[in-house]
């Protein structure tokens, strides 16, 4: 069964510092990966997807994210963090077939000035 | 277009009570899902839709819990005889039915049973 583990339930860091937010995935097949970012009481929006060809996808408002399957992951980065990036963050694997999304619980992001 | 529209965006409500949300997908997608997310959660699939056809449901989706998309277009998504545990963000999303795209949210609406 296809699944998505955030192993940091919530991270700080300070503005300017890089950023890293871990994501396991367990799926039978080629995944199609995806991060979204929620702000509070908001929906979600995408930041990033990999489907396949290079394995390190770039996405909206700086982020990129390296999917290696060798390691059963698709960690999100970003060298420089803004104030404005604190929110939640959820990793999610698509069916092969598109008609579900796994998500993570998320990661909470806190950026100290 | 201004993406997924989610009607109303906050709902508050009696236990027992039947309560009906609305979603507006972006028009050219024929994919509609229902997703539920609850405090300190990820978004857990409900349902989706492919048209008008409801293709696939979660066992999480009670018999109390009921969708249509009766056109193809709009989605509807009733809870009836409300209980407390249905409090949530409740999170409908639209897609192409290609596979390698991506769903597009809504803002959600947020259900609190009291």
């Known amino acids: 069964a296809q699944s998505v583990t955030q192993p940091d339930i919530h991270i700080t860091v300070s503005e300017g510092a890089s950023l890293e937010l871990r994501c396991n995935y367990s799926y039978g097949a080629t995944p199609y990966l995806f991060w979204y970012v929620q702000s509070p009481g908001q929906g979600l929006q995408l930041l990033l997807k990999?489907?396949?060809?290079?394995?390190l996808v770039q996405g909206i408002k700086g982020f990129e994210a390296e999917f290696k399957r060798s390691q059963s992951s698709f960690n999100l980065r970003k060298p420089s963090v803004h104030w404005s990036d604190a929110a939640e963050y959820f990793c999610?694997?698509?069916?092969?077939?598109?008609?579900?999304?796994?998500f993570g619980t998320g990661t909470s992001l806190t950026v100290i000035p | 277009d201004t993406g997924v529209s989610q009607d109303p965006r906050h709902k508050i409500t009696k236990r027992g009570q039947n309560v009906t949300f609305r979603c507006d997908p972006i028009?050219?997608?024929?994919?509609l899902y229902w997703y539920r997310q609850t405090l300190g959660q990820g978004p857990e699939f409900l349902t989706y839709f492919q048209n008008e056809a409801q293709l696939e449901k979660s066992r999480l989706l009670s018999d109390r819990f009921s969708a249509e998309r009766p056109k193809g277009s709009f989605s509807t998504l009733e809870i009836q005889r409300t209980e407390q545990g249905d409090s949530a963000m409740y999170l409908c999303?639209?897609?192409?039915?290609?596979?390698?795209?991506?769903?597009?949210f809504g803002q959600g609406t947020r259900l609190t049973v009291v």
């Open positions: 028009s050219e997608h024929n994919r």
């Open positions: 999303a639209s897609s192409l039915a290609v596979v390698q795209v991506e769903a597009f």
């Open positions: 999610a694997v698509a069916s092969n077939t598109g008609n579900q999304f796994y």
């Open positions: 990999y489907f396949s060809g290079d394995t």
